[in-house]
């Protein structure tokens, strides 16, 4: 017969281990840059992963600032006292070469309007 409490200990001991999506989302650039060039795509190795970071810095025309992390992408903000924002976009492709995962990536758009 099956035990369980020893199976809702195991979830739990295991639910604690895996780090949640929020906590690998807060990886500051360095890590997540060596995360993402240790990933060895799928697990027959069929693809290449191309990783890049862009950083660009905006200064708003209003007190309001909104953002919108679209299809595969997310948002995070952090408040400083500056005039400015800085805007980090966080790229990663996986495609059978690193040259075709390169030229996807090029595609990839940052748009600060306003």
């Known amino acids: 017969m099956i035990n369980r409490k020893a199976i809702l200990r195991l979830v739990l001991i295991l ?8 906590a690998m989302a807060q990886q500051d650039d360095a890590d997540w840059m060596r995360d993402c060039r240790s990933d060895r795509g799928d697990r027959w190795e069929r693809h290449e992963t191309y990783c890049e970071i862009r950083t660009a810095t905006a200064r708003p025309s209003g007190d309001v600032v909104s953002m919108e992390g679209l299809r595969n992408g997310g948002v995070r903000v952090t408040g400083r006292d500056r005039n400015d924002i800085v805007v980090t976009t966080r790229i990663r492709v996986q495609a059978r070469s690193q040259s075709d995962a390169k030229s996807i990536a090029s595609q990839v758009r940052t748009v600060i309007d306003g």
């Open 15 to 22: 639910a604690a281990l895996v780090p949640s999506a929020r």
